[in-house]
C-alpha cells in the first residue's frame, strides 16, 4: 500500500492548530511518512519542526493577481455592545450574516441577548450540539445543511475544510472575547484567511458582501516570547534525556519506578506520548502548537499589532477602528476581581456618576446589573441616591435593609393598592378597628407587602376619626388622602 498509493494530507496546519485539544489528530502521521509518495499541502501552512519532515521540499504557489480582500478590523473596549451594534444596526439589513465564533457558551449568550433564536442557526460539535439542545435549542446542527437563517453561527470545526455555496453573497463576522474565552482567538494568518475561504460561489465578481473582525484586546495576556518557550522546552528535555538514560541503565524495578514518577512532574505529557514501559516519545506537532499558540497570543495585545499582522499576511487590506465605551470589558473583569462588596460598591457607583449624561445608559446599567451584587447597587443608587452609600458606610445588609423599606412603602401606595384599599372600606361608617386592621393585612398578604399592620395604620390612608368611648373601638373613615400615581 505505501509504495502504491500517494498520501496527501489537506489543511495540514490543522495538525499544529488542533494538536492541544484534540490530541489524536497527529495519529495518522506514523503511517504518512511510511509513504514513498506523501505531501503536506494547505492555503495556510505552518512551519513544522518534525525531523521526519527533513529533505521534504517547499513549493509555494503565489497568485500573479490581486487577491487581497477588504477587511474592516474593529478593536473594542465593550464587546457585547459592539456585537450588538455590529449584528442588529449596521448589519440589519443583511440576508445571510455568517459569524465564526469558537465558544458556544458566547453564541448562546449572543443569540439570547440580542433575541435572534428565531433568526439564527447554529453549527457546532455533536458535543456541543446536544448542550445547547438541553437548553431548549432546535436550531442546530452538527453538519453543516441547508437551509440557513440571516444569523448562522459557526465554530473552530467549520473554519476549513468546507465549501458554503449561496445564491446570495453573505457578510462574514469573525468575533473573538478574551475576557470570556480566550481560545476564541483567530489567527489572521491562517483562521482567517481559511474562513474567508469557505465561500464558494462569486456574485458580481466577489463571494462576500464584507468581512468584519470584531474583538477586544488585552495588554496584560500571559504571553511567552519564541525564547523563552526555547529556553523552558529544552530545560525540560535535557532532564528528560537525562532521566531516560538513566530509566535504560537500571534494572531495579524500585528505581526505574521512582524515575518514572520524575519524569511524570516533568510537565511533559501536553508534548508527549505515553510509552508501554512509561518512558514518553516527544510529539513534535504538540511543540509546534505551544509555539503557534503564543504567537497568535501575542497579536492580541494591541489592536496595532494586531493590524499589522493582518497586513503581513498579504490576504486583506484592513480598514482599522478602534471603538470605546463608557463600561468596557476591563472594567467587567475588574469588578469580577473586587473581593469585598464594599469595593464593588465604590466601583458601581463610580460607573453610574459618570453615565449620568450617556445616551447609552441603559444599555451600561443592563451590563453593570450583571456583575455581583450589581442588581442591588444599581437599584439603590437609582431610587435611593448616592447619599445612601455613604450613609450607610458601603455595609452591604444596610443598604439592602433601606431598599426593601422603599420598595414596601412604594408598593404599600402603589395605585393597585390604595385602589382595593379604598373598595374595601366605605367612608362615614364606624368600623372595628381589630377588623380594619386585619383586612388591611389581608390586602398587603395579597400583594406580598411585608409590612406589619397596626390599629393606627389606616390614617396612612384616609383622614379618620377613632372612637374610644366603648370597645370594641373604631374608626369612621372621612375622606381618602391623595397619592402620586404610579
Known amino acids: 500500500m505505501y509504495n502504491t498509493f ?12 488542533d494538536s492541544d485539544f484534540r490530541r489524536k489528530i497527529t495519529m495518522p502521521m506514523k503511517d504518512f511518512f511510511q509513504f514513498k509518495g506523501k505531501a503536506f499541502v494547505s492555503a495556510t501552512p505552518l512551519e513544522v519542526s518534525d525531523p521526519r519532515f527533513e529533505g521534504f521540499q517547499w513549493i509555494k504557489i503565489t497568485p500573479d493577481f490581486d487577491y487581497k480582500k477588504p477587511l474592516n478590523l474593529i478593536v473594542t473596549n465593550s464587546y457585547d455592545y459592539s456585537v450588538r451594534q455590529l449584528l442588529l444596526e449596521h448589519l440589519a439589513n443583511s440576508s445571510r450574516v455568517f459569524i ?16 435572534i433564536e428565531g433568526q439564527s442557526r447554529i453549527f457546532c460539535s455533536e458535543k456541543s450540539v446536544k448542550k445547547l439542545k438541553k437548553k431548549g435549542y432546535t436550531n442546530v446542527a452538527s453538519l453543516y445543511s441547508e437551509p440557513i437563517a440571516k444569523y448562522n453561527f459557526l465554530t473552530c470545526r467549520f473554519y476549513s475544510a468546507l465549501d458554503i455555496i449561496l445564491k446570495v453573497k453573505p457578510d462574514i463576522v469573525m468575533l473573538t472575547n478574551l475576557y470570556e ?26 463571494t462576500f458582501n464584507s468581512i468584519t473582525h470584531l474583538t477586544n484586546v488585552r495588554n496584560t495576556l500571559n504571553v511567552k516570547t519564541d525564547e523563552e518557550i526555547d529556553m523552558e522546552l529544552e ?24 524515575i518514572l514518577d520524575d519524569i511524570n512532574r516533568l510537565g511533559l505529557a501536553e508534548f508527549a506520548t505515553k510509552l508501554d514501559d512509561g518512558l514518553l516519545e516527544i510529539d513534535h506537532f504538540a511543540i509546534d502548537n505551544y509555539y503557534n499558540n503564543e504567537r497568535v497570543k501575542r497579536y492580541y495585545l494591541s489592536g496595532n499589532v494586531l493590524r499589522e499582522a493582518y497586513e503581513g499576511t498579504n490576504h486583506f487590506t484592513v480598514n482599522y477602528r478602534n471603538v470605546f465605551f463608557a463600561v468596557g470589558d476591563s472594567d467587567r473583569l475588574e469588578l469580577k476581581e473586587l473581593p469585598t462588596f464594599m469595593e464593588r460598591c465604590k466601583a458601581i457607583v463610580d460607573k453610574l456618576n459618570k453615565l449620568q449624561d450617556d445616551p447609552d445608559r ?6 453593570l446589573k450583571q456583575e455581583k451584587d450589581g442588581e442591588l447597587i444599581v437599584e439603590a443608587y437609582e431610587k435611593l441616591g448616592v447619599e445612601v452609600f455613604v450613609n450607610k458606610k458601603y455595609q452591604r445588609a444596610d443598604i439592602k435593609k433601606e431598599l426593601d423599606k422603599y420598595n414596601t ?7 393597585m393598592v390604595v385602589q382595593e384599599i379604598k373598595d374595601a372600606f366605605p367612608l362615614n361608617v364606624p368600623m372595628p378597628q381589630e377588623d380594619i386592621k386585619n383586612q388591611l393585612q389581608d390586602i398587603y398578604k395579597r400583594y406580598g407587602i411585608d409590612y406589619k399592620v397596626k390599629k393606627n395604620t389606616i390614617e396612612d390612608y384616609y383622614d ?15 375622606v381618602m388622602k391623595e397619592f402620586p400615581t404610579n
Open 181 to 206: 474565552a480566550e481560545h476564541s482567538m483567530i489567527d489572521p494568518y491562517t483562521e482567517a484567511v481559511q474562513i474567508c475561504g469557505r465561500f464558494r460561489k462569486e456574485i458580481d465578481g466577489s
Open 100 to 115: 465564526f465564533l469558537n465558544t458556544t457558551n458566547g453564541i448562546d449568550k449572543i443569540v439570547n441577548t440580542l433575541g
Open 6 to 17: 500517494f498520501c496527501l494530507f489537506d489543511e495540514c496546519e490543522r495538525l499544529t492548530e
Open 362 to 367: 441603559d444599555f451600561y446599567i443592563n451590563i
Open 409 to 415: 412603602e412604594l408598593l404599600r401606595f402603589s395605585s
Open 235 to 258: 530545560e525540560k528535555l535535557k532532564t528528560y534525556e537525562s532521566l531516560q538514560a538513566r530509566y535504560n541503565e537500571t534494572t531495579d524495578v524500585t528505581r526505574k519506578k521512582a
Open 464 to 478: 379618620a376619626s377613632p372612637s374610644y368611648h366603648k370597645k370594641p373601638y373604631t374608626y369612621t373613615l372621612k
